[in-house]
């Protein structure tokens, strides 16, 4: 290679270029994910109405009502670590649900039972009500597993979650691919999450801006103000 040709300091003879490697890295999954995200596909963020339609669509939470605003996606673990996570937000008339987006990149390990536990300690407005784990997520895979929690009907609840990621690890052999029977339980630390004013605030269209802004006119107030 050129960096053992640099080394060497025998530099008399040419570099001969047919020696470099031209194989390309598989990418890892981490790489992948963000591959997919950049180009729209799987991982990449949703917009409210693919939100509405995929939550509509799992019968542990169609029961929720009319989704209200799902919130960005944000980050939980930090780059290159073993597992990636990331959170969403999305609000429901007496529920906020937390959907956690989980990627293994650990190539001699298979995940199963994959949830997060939801620490409510500074978070007292909001009691768990339902958690959706994820059943399993084998090496290189991306999918989420919900937290449900309850708030009262109308009520700005807001908190901060101290989240760890609960799972079942089985060790998988780097030669054959097969997955050893008995597991063992283990669990990651998170970043915490907090629900804020913001995440309840949804934006809404006006269709004629001047006729709104003179129905505000009899909320108008006037005051002299000194320089």
């Not at 996570?85 to 995940?111: G, M, R």
């Not at 990621?165 to 339980?185: A, M, Q, S």
Request: proline share 5%.
């Amino acid at each position: 290679s050129l960096r053992a040709y640099c080394e060497a300091g025998a530099t008399e003879q040419p570099f001969d270029v047919a020696t470099v490697d031209r194989t390309v890295p598989e990418p890892t999954p981490l790489e992948q994910l963000k591959a997919a995200e950049a180009s729209g596909g799987a991982g990449a963020p949703k917009t409210d109405s693919q939100h509405r339609e995929a939550l509509a669509a799992m019968p542990e939470l169609a029961h929720l009502g009319e989704l209200v605003k799902s919130s960005a996606q944000v980050q939980l673990t930090e780059e290159d670590t073993e597992y990636a996570v990331s959170v969403v937000k999305h609000v429901f008339p007496e529920h906020v649900v937390f959907q956690f987006d989980c990627s293994n990149t650990v190539a001699e390990q298979q995940l199963s039972e994959v949830s997060v536990l939801m620490d409510t300690a500074d978070a007292e407005d909001f009691e768990e009500e339902a958690i959706v784990p994820l059943k399993s997520m084998p090496y290189g895979s991306s999918a989420p597993t919900y937290v449900v929690m309850a708030r009262a009907e109308g009520a700005l609840a807001f908190g901060k979650f101290y989240c760890t990621l609960r799972f079942n690890v089985k060790e998988v052999d780097p030669n054959t691919g097969e997955v050893e029977e008995d597991g063992f339980d283990d669990e990651y630390q998170l970043e915490d999450v907090e629900v804020t004013a913001t995440d309840y605030i949804a934006p809404q269209g006006v269709s004629n801006f001047k006729r709104s802004w003179d129905e505000l006119t009899e909320n108008e107030a006037t005051d002299d103000y000194g320089l």
